[in-house]
């Protein structure tokens, strides 16, 4: 079964573009879900690994920081 891939323009058509009353509530979910998913990717891209220092430095041991990004 194959999928369909439709492919939309960016930004202002010459044709005249569609209100916000003639679009969907699905076309809605799809724009805000890929917006969200999108900011998801980023914030975990920049976020992994500070969040994985922070959580090694609050550890039982507490390790120094120099401790945490070497190697050994």
Not at 17 to 27: A, M, P, Q
Not at 30 to 57: C, D, N, Q, S
Request: charged content about 25%; overall charge positive.
């Amino acid at each position: 079964m194959a999928s369909r891939v439709s492919l939309k323009a960016k930004g202002k058509s010459s044709k005249g573009s569609k209100g916000t009353e003639d679009r969907s509530y699905v076309d809605c979910m799809k724009e805000w879900t890929t917006w969200g998913l999108r900011k998801a990717k980023v914030i975990t891209h920049y976020g992994f690994i500070p969040m994985i220092i922070l959580i090694g430095m609050n550890s039982d041991p507490k390790p120094q920081l120099s401790q945490l990004l070497s190697p050994v």
